[in-house]
Protein backbone atom coordinates (compact mmCIF):
# COMPACT_ATOMS: atom_id res chain seq x y z
CA UNK A 1 0.00 0.00 0.00
CA UNK A 2 1.43 2.97 -0.93
CA UNK A 3 0.78 6.27 1.02
CA UNK A 4 -0.76 7.82 -2.30
CA UNK A 5 -3.36 4.98 -1.98
CA UNK A 6 -3.56 5.23 1.88
CA UNK A 7 -4.52 8.88 1.56
CA UNK A 8 -6.98 7.89 -1.25
CA UNK A 9 -8.13 5.58 1.24
CA UNK A 10 -8.37 7.38 4.22
CA UNK A 11 -10.14 10.55 2.76
CA UNK A 12 -12.21 8.11 0.85
CA UNK A 13 -13.35 6.60 4.36
CA UNK A 14 -13.48 10.34 5.87
CA UNK A 15 -16.32 11.77 3.36
CA UNK A 16 -18.36 8.79 3.52
CA UNK A 17 -18.22 7.96 7.62
CA UNK A 18 -16.72 10.59 9.05
CA UNK A 19 -14.57 7.90 10.29
CA UNK A 20 -10.50 9.73 10.94
CA UNK A 21 -7.94 6.76 9.76
CA UNK A 22 -4.82 8.55 11.29
CA UNK A 23 -1.31 7.19 9.59
CA UNK A 24 -0.35 4.67 13.04
CA UNK A 25 -3.56 2.76 11.51
CA UNK A 26 -2.18 2.04 8.21
CA UNK A 27 -1.42 -1.52 9.36
CA UNK A 28 -4.87 -2.05 10.30
CA UNK A 29 -6.07 -0.10 7.00
CA UNK A 30 -4.04 -2.75 5.10
CA UNK A 31 -5.05 -6.12 6.44
CA UNK A 32 -8.80 -4.99 6.78
CA UNK A 33 -8.65 -4.53 3.34
CA UNK A 34 -6.82 -7.26 1.94
CA UNK A 35 -9.38 -9.24 2.45
CA UNK A 36 -11.49 -7.43 0.16
CA UNK A 37 -8.12 -7.41 -2.81
CA UNK A 38 -8.15 -11.41 -2.37
CA UNK A 39 -11.75 -11.74 -2.60
CA UNK A 40 -11.94 -9.39 -5.94
CA UNK A 41 -8.91 -11.00 -7.13
CA UNK A 42 -7.03 -7.61 -7.11
CA UNK A 43 -2.77 -8.22 -6.72
CA UNK A 44 -2.64 -4.25 -5.48
CA UNK A 45 -3.87 -1.49 -3.53
CA UNK A 46 -3.75 0.79 -6.60
CA UNK A 47 -5.82 -1.38 -8.23
CA UNK A 48 -8.24 -1.68 -5.63
CA UNK A 49 -8.49 2.30 -5.88
CA UNK A 50 -9.51 2.38 -9.12
CA UNK A 51 -11.69 -0.38 -8.40
CA UNK A 52 -13.82 1.69 -5.91
CA UNK A 53 -13.48 4.23 -8.76
CA UNK A 54 -15.24 2.34 -11.14
CA UNK A 55 -17.45 0.38 -8.87
CA UNK A 56 -19.79 2.63 -6.79
CA UNK A 57 -21.49 -0.92 -5.27
CA UNK A 58 -17.68 -2.10 -3.79
CA UNK A 59 -18.60 1.25 -0.84
CA UNK A 60 -20.52 -1.03 1.47
CA UNK A 61 -17.91 -3.99 1.67
CA UNK A 62 -15.72 -1.19 1.81
CA UNK A 63 -17.24 0.43 4.62
CA UNK A 64 -17.84 -2.61 5.96
CA UNK A 65 -14.25 -3.64 6.10
CA UNK A 66 -13.27 -0.39 7.65
CA UNK A 67 -15.81 -0.21 10.33
CA UNK A 68 -14.40 -1.33 14.29
CA UNK A 69 -17.46 -3.49 16.10
CA UNK A 70 -16.16 -4.46 19.32
CA UNK A 71 -19.38 -4.89 21.70
CA UNK A 72 -20.44 -7.06 23.79
CA UNK A 73 -23.69 -7.66 25.93
CA UNK A 74 -24.34 -5.28 28.71
CA UNK A 75 -20.83 -3.45 28.00
CA UNK A 76 -20.50 -0.64 30.84
CA UNK A 77 -22.75 -2.10 32.77
CA UNK A 78 -24.19 0.90 34.43
CA UNK A 79 -25.67 2.56 31.73
CA UNK A 80 -28.05 -0.56 31.92
CA UNK A 81 -27.79 -0.45 35.51
CA UNK A 82 -29.49 3.22 35.97
CA UNK A 83 -31.47 2.92 32.96
CA UNK A 84 -33.55 -0.15 34.77
CA UNK A 85 -33.48 1.17 38.60
CA UNK A 86 -33.70 4.92 37.52
CA UNK A 87 -35.28 5.62 34.26
CA UNK A 88 -38.07 2.46 34.40
CA UNK A 89 -39.07 2.90 37.29
CA UNK A 90 -39.58 6.70 37.14
CA UNK A 91 -41.01 6.19 33.85
CA UNK A 92 -43.36 3.44 35.58
CA UNK A 93 -44.42 5.99 38.37
CA UNK A 94 -45.12 8.54 36.34
CA UNK A 95 -47.20 6.02 34.18
CA UNK A 96 -45.67 7.13 31.15
CA UNK A 97 -47.08 5.70 27.98
CA UNK A 98 -44.87 6.23 24.72
CA UNK A 99 -41.02 5.28 25.19
CA UNK A 100 -38.30 5.60 22.73
CA UNK A 101 -34.92 4.60 22.42
CA UNK A 102 -31.94 4.74 20.55
CA UNK A 103 -29.09 2.68 19.91
CA UNK A 104 -26.93 4.78 17.34
CA UNK A 105 -24.17 3.00 16.78
CA UNK A 106 -25.81 -0.94 17.35
CA UNK A 107 -22.68 -3.04 15.93
CA UNK A 108 -23.93 -6.36 16.15
CA UNK A 109 -26.93 -5.69 18.61
CA UNK A 110 -25.41 -6.65 22.19
CA UNK A 111 -25.98 -3.11 22.80
CA UNK A 112 -29.59 -2.80 22.16
CA UNK A 113 -30.57 -6.43 23.24
CA UNK A 114 -29.05 -5.34 26.66
CA UNK A 115 -31.33 -2.40 26.59
CA UNK A 116 -34.06 -4.44 25.79
CA UNK A 117 -33.34 -6.56 28.75
CA UNK A 118 -33.12 -3.83 30.97
CA UNK A 119 -36.70 -2.32 29.99
CA UNK A 120 -38.66 -5.25 30.01
CA UNK A 121 -40.53 -4.63 32.56
CA UNK A 122 -42.44 -2.32 30.14
CA UNK A 123 -42.67 -4.62 27.46
CA UNK A 124 -46.41 -6.02 26.80
CA UNK A 125 -47.61 -3.69 29.00
CA UNK A 126 -50.51 -2.35 27.11
CA UNK A 127 -50.37 1.27 28.37
CA UNK A 128 -47.12 2.02 27.38
CA UNK A 129 -45.94 1.43 23.49
CA UNK A 130 -42.20 0.98 23.91
CA UNK A 131 -39.35 0.69 20.98
CA UNK A 132 -36.07 0.66 21.12
CA UNK A 133 -34.77 1.33 17.21
CA UNK A 134 -30.82 0.22 16.77
CA UNK A 135 -28.86 2.02 13.47
CA UNK A 136 -25.59 1.31 11.85
CA UNK A 137 -23.75 1.97 9.08
CA UNK A 138 -22.26 -1.28 8.31
CA UNK A 139 -24.57 -3.99 6.90
CA UNK A 140 -22.89 -6.99 8.04
CA UNK A 141 -23.15 -6.22 11.70
CA UNK A 142 -26.51 -5.60 11.28
CA UNK A 143 -27.63 -8.74 9.82
CA UNK A 144 -26.13 -10.49 12.59
CA UNK A 145 -27.88 -8.40 15.24
CA UNK A 146 -30.93 -9.01 13.19
CA UNK A 147 -30.56 -12.72 13.39
CA UNK A 148 -29.55 -12.51 17.14
CA UNK A 149 -27.93 -15.56 17.55
CA UNK A 150 -24.60 -15.44 19.46
CA UNK A 151 -21.67 -17.75 20.83
CA UNK A 152 -22.45 -19.38 24.30
CA UNK A 153 -19.56 -17.72 25.81
CA UNK A 154 -21.68 -14.16 25.12
CA UNK A 155 -23.73 -15.65 28.51
CA UNK A 156 -20.72 -14.93 30.84
CA UNK A 157 -22.04 -10.78 30.66
CA UNK A 158 -25.76 -11.70 30.65
CA UNK A 159 -27.10 -11.43 34.51
CA UNK A 160 -28.76 -15.09 35.23
CA UNK A 161 -31.59 -13.63 35.42
CA UNK A 162 -32.12 -12.53 31.66
CA UNK A 163 -30.73 -15.90 30.74
CA UNK A 164 -33.56 -18.18 30.86
CA UNK A 165 -36.48 -15.62 30.09
CA UNK A 166 -34.50 -13.79 27.06
CA UNK A 167 -32.84 -16.68 25.99
CA UNK A 168 -32.86 -20.16 24.48
CA UNK A 169 -29.56 -22.33 23.74
CA UNK A 170 -29.19 -24.43 20.96
CA UNK A 171 -26.01 -26.45 21.02
CA UNK A 172 -22.32 -23.82 21.22
CA UNK A 173 -25.21 -20.98 20.37
CA UNK A 174 -27.53 -19.09 22.30
CA UNK A 175 -29.99 -17.02 20.63
CA UNK A 176 -32.26 -14.18 21.38
CA UNK A 177 -36.14 -15.03 22.02
CA UNK A 178 -38.36 -13.32 19.86
CA UNK A 179 -40.55 -11.83 22.59
CA UNK A 180 -37.56 -9.66 23.18
CA UNK A 181 -36.82 -9.02 19.36
CA UNK A 182 -39.87 -8.05 18.30
CA UNK A 183 -39.42 -4.62 20.33
CA UNK A 184 -36.21 -3.83 18.07
CA UNK A 185 -36.14 -2.49 14.87
CA UNK A 186 -32.94 -2.76 12.76
CA UNK A 187 -31.95 -0.29 10.38
CA UNK A 188 -29.17 1.00 8.37
CA UNK A 189 -28.14 4.28 9.72
CA UNK A 190 -25.32 6.70 8.61
CA UNK A 191 -24.76 9.02 11.25
CA UNK A 192 -23.05 11.55 8.66
CA UNK A 193 -26.24 11.81 6.87
CA UNK A 194 -29.54 12.76 7.15
CA UNK A 195 -31.83 10.84 10.00
CA UNK A 196 -35.25 10.58 9.08
CA UNK A 197 -36.55 10.37 12.28
CA UNK A 198 -38.63 12.75 13.51
CA UNK A 199 -40.43 12.03 17.02
CA UNK A 200 -38.13 12.84 20.47
CA UNK A 201 -36.34 10.02 21.61
CA UNK A 202 -36.42 8.89 25.70
CA UNK A 203 -33.06 7.50 25.43
CA UNK A 204 -30.49 7.50 22.86
CA UNK A 205 -27.34 5.57 23.46
CA UNK A 206 -24.20 6.66 21.04
CA UNK A 207 -21.30 4.86 22.47
CA UNK A 208 -17.92 3.76 21.38
CA UNK A 209 -18.40 5.79 18.24
CA UNK A 210 -17.72 9.27 18.49
CA UNK A 211 -13.73 8.22 19.11
CA UNK A 212 -13.81 7.59 15.38
CA UNK A 213 -14.70 10.83 14.66
CA UNK A 214 -13.02 14.38 14.63
CA UNK A 215 -13.61 17.32 16.64
CA UNK A 216 -16.63 18.82 14.00
CA UNK A 217 -18.32 15.85 12.86
CA UNK A 218 -19.10 14.93 16.70
CA UNK A 219 -19.99 18.48 17.12
CA UNK A 220 -22.95 18.35 14.43
CA UNK A 221 -23.88 14.72 15.39
CA UNK A 222 -24.75 15.86 19.32
CA UNK A 223 -26.11 18.54 17.90
CA UNK A 224 -28.31 16.91 16.11
CA UNK A 225 -28.90 13.79 18.61
CA UNK A 226 -30.09 17.35 20.62
CA UNK A 227 -32.80 17.89 18.30
CA UNK A 228 -34.30 14.22 18.60
CA UNK A 229 -33.92 13.99 22.18
CA UNK A 230 -37.00 14.93 24.44
CA UNK A 231 -36.17 17.60 26.95
CA UNK A 232 -36.25 15.55 29.55
CA UNK A 233 -34.23 12.49 27.40
CA UNK A 234 -30.73 11.34 28.33
CA UNK A 235 -27.94 10.79 26.31
CA UNK A 236 -25.26 7.95 27.12
CA UNK A 237 -22.05 8.17 25.10
CA UNK A 238 -18.51 5.83 25.54
CA UNK A 239 -16.66 5.35 28.67
CA UNK A 240 -13.40 7.28 26.50
CA UNK A 241 -15.98 10.10 24.76
CA UNK A 242 -16.87 13.55 26.85
CA UNK A 243 -19.12 16.44 25.56
CA UNK A 244 -16.47 18.77 26.59
CA UNK A 245 -15.58 21.31 24.06
CA UNK A 246 -18.04 19.82 21.86
CA UNK A 247 -21.26 20.90 22.71
CA UNK A 248 -22.87 23.30 25.41
CA UNK A 249 -26.58 21.87 25.36
CA UNK A 250 -26.07 18.87 27.37
CA UNK A 251 -24.90 18.82 31.11
CA UNK A 252 -23.54 15.59 32.65
CA UNK A 253 -25.38 13.72 35.37
CA UNK A 254 -23.74 10.83 35.90
CA UNK A 255 -20.81 8.23 34.48
CA UNK A 256 -20.99 9.66 30.54
CA UNK A 257 -24.77 9.96 30.75
CA UNK A 258 -25.83 13.46 29.78
CA UNK A 259 -28.80 15.45 30.11
CA UNK A 260 -30.03 18.41 27.86
CA UNK A 261 -29.50 22.35 29.57
C1 LIG B 1 -17.04 -0.03 18.49
S1 LIG B 1 -18.66 -0.21 17.84
C2 LIG B 1 -19.63 0.29 19.23
C3 LIG B 1 -20.81 -0.63 19.47
C4 LIG B 1 -21.65 -0.31 20.69
N1 LIG B 1 -22.22 1.02 20.62
C5 LIG B 1 -20.84 -0.45 21.97
O1 LIG B 1 -20.48 0.55 22.59
O2 LIG B 1 -20.54 -1.58 22.35
C6 LIG B 1 -18.78 1.19 16.75
C7 LIG B 1 -19.87 1.06 15.71
O3 LIG B 1 -20.06 2.33 15.08
C8 LIG B 1 -20.41 2.09 13.74
N2 LIG B 1 -20.15 3.31 12.95
C9 LIG B 1 -18.98 3.83 12.54
N3 LIG B 1 -19.17 4.94 11.81
C10 LIG B 1 -20.51 5.13 11.76
C11 LIG B 1 -21.34 6.11 11.13
N4 LIG B 1 -20.84 7.12 10.43
N5 LIG B 1 -22.68 5.98 11.27
C12 LIG B 1 -23.22 4.95 11.99
N6 LIG B 1 -22.49 4.01 12.60
C13 LIG B 1 -21.14 4.09 12.48
C14 LIG B 1 -19.54 0.91 13.33
O4 LIG B 1 -20.05 0.24 12.21
C15 LIG B 1 -19.53 0.07 14.60
O5 LIG B 1 -20.47 -0.96 14.55
Known amino acids: MT ?3 FRFIRELAYRQTGIV ?4 KQHMVYSRLCRRLRALKLTTFKEYCQYLLDTPDELGQFINALTTNLTSF ?5 HFDYLKNTLVSSWQQQQKRRIRIWSSACSTGEEPYSM ?7 FGNASCDTKILATDLDTNVL ?8 PIEALENIPNEY ?3 FLMRSGSQIKIKDKLQQHIHFKQLNLLNDWPMQGKFDVIFCRNVLIYFDNDTKTQIIRKFRRLLADDGLLFIGHSETLHQISDDFSLIGQTIYKPI
Do not use: I, N
Open 143 to 150: QKAQSGVY
Open 74 to 78: FREKH
Open 116 to 122: AMSVASL
Open 21 to 24: LPER
Open 163 to 165: QEK
Open 3 to 5: SAD
